[in-house]
Structure formats: structure tokens, C-alpha cells
């Protein structure tokens, strides 16, 4: 089982990034996914989730509006759009993968600063 992150990285205030991760090893397609995130100093909080299909998302209060979570079943693959960055969404994000177990990424930092 793996899940792999990627598209982190350095970016001014009011920027965009988009991360991935890419499952192998389940079946991506049974499982909910989500993206966590924990700063320095600070407990892991749920960022965004969405269900086995898609058609279901939640967001916590601070990235409404600015963040959008989206997967791919077909490529086994979800994603998580992150528009107007402020400097505290700085973090390191995990990609997790909850159903009848849950799996975990490695985490990608995510910096934002001028």
C-alpha cells in the first residue's frame, strides 16, 4: 500500500498550488480520501474530505471557499486545489485514505511566504 504526495513546495501569499497523491496497492475506489495538515506546534487537523465516488465533500471552515478536493478513480489518484494561499496554511499536508483501514501519506511541506 502506498500513498504518495506531490506538488508541494514554496509560494507567495495569494498563490496556487495543487497537490496529489497517488494510491497503489487498494482498492482506491472503495475509499474515502482526505487531506490533513499539521503545522509546527500544532495538532493534525482534517483539511478536506471527499467520498468513494466523489460526489460527496467537506472542508474544514478555514479553507472554505479557497480549497477544492477532487479524486480520480480511474487513475487512482486524488487531489487537493489550493487558491488565495495565506502564510498559515503553511504545513506539512498528508493524503489519507480511510474505508475499512486507513493509510497514510508521507506528507509534502507546503510553505507560504513572501
Known amino acids: 500500500v502506498q500513498l504518495v504526495e506531490s506538488g508541494g513546495g514554496l509560494v507567495q501569499p495569494g498563490g496556487s498550488l495543487r497537490l496529489s497523491c497517488a494510491a497503489s496497492?487498494?482498492?482506491?475506489?472503495?475509499?474515502?480520501m482526505n487531506w490533513y495538515r499539521q503545522a509546527p506546534g500544532k495538532e493534525r487537523e482534517l483539511v478536506a474530505g471527499?467520498?468513494?465516488?466523489?460526489?460527496?465533500?467537506n472542508y474544514a471552515d478555514s479553507v472554505k471557499g479557497r480549497f477544492i478536493i477532487s479524486r480520480d478513480n480511474a487513475k487512482n489518484t486524488a487531489y487537493l486545489q489550493m487558491n488565495s494561499l495565506k502564510p498559515e496554511d503553511t504545513a506539512v499536508y498528508y493524503c489519507?485514505?480511510?474505508?475499512?483501514?486507513?493509510?497514510w501519506g508521507q506528507g509534502i511541506q507546503v510553505t507560504v511566504s513572501s
Open positions: 496497492g487498494f482498492s482506491f475506489s472503495r475509499y474515502g
Open positions: 471527499i467520498s468513494s465516488s466523489g460526489g460527496s465533500t
Open positions: 489519507n485514505a480511510k474505508w475499512y483501514y486507513a493509510y
